[in-house]
Structures are given as C-alpha cells and as structure tokens.
C-alpha cells in the first residue's frame, strides 16, 4: 500500500432499505432509505466537502446528483472517527443502484475523492 493511500483513506459502507409506507409501485414509485457510515481509516484527518452520486434504475435510466456536504454538514474526520448519516432516494422501478464518491480535503490541504461503492436499492422478495 502507497503512503498516499494510507494517508488518505475513507471507507464508505452502505446498508439499503425499502421504505413501503411511502412507496406506490402502482405509480411507478419506489422509496428506499439507505445508511452511510464514512470512516476516516488513513493517518490524517479530512473533511467531506462535497458529494456525487450516480443512480441508476432497473431499466438503465440514470441520474447524477451532485452537492455540498451531505444532509446539511460536512464532517471533519480525525483518523478513526466515522459519521453515520440517513437519507433517501426514489426510484421508478423496484430494483436500481447507486454509487459515487465524496470529494474530501485533507488537513495538509491535499483534496482526494472517497469512493461509494455500488450498492443496490431493491424491494423486498424482487431480487433472489
């Protein structure tokens, strides 16, 4: 592993969930919640100044959102700190992903992007 990656070094881990109440699968509407925990698992503390998302429905239909922070703030992380956030998005289809990255900035000034790995948004007994 290059110093660089030990350095700056961000796991993103996210846990989906299918949000019924709010959800019409007759009108094409599928809400999902999902957690994300970010983990500052390098030896320098960063702060999240922006996001990128990439989501994509079960039928290939594709939207990027892009933002500052994420719900409201930006979170500075000392190594081994984490921040657990919950929000949400809507899907036309029962079945879709999502992916992107976190754009930080590291205490020495350096800026690098954290990857949010694929994870899938799906409706409960869709997927096998």
Known sequence: MSETSTRYNIRVEAVAEFIASQSDPDDDRHVFAYHIT???IGTVAAQLLSR???ITDGMGGRQEVRGEGVVGEKPLLAPGES???TSGSVLK????T????YRM??????EFDAAIPPFTLAMPRVLH
């Open 98 to 101: 999502m992916q992107g990255s």
């Open 93 to 96: 289809t029962p079945v879709g």
């Open 38 to 40: 970010i983990t500052n």
């Open 105 to 110: 900035l590291a205490e020495d000034g350096t």
């Open 83 to 85: 921040f657990r956030y």
């Open 52 to 54: 990128h998302w990439i």
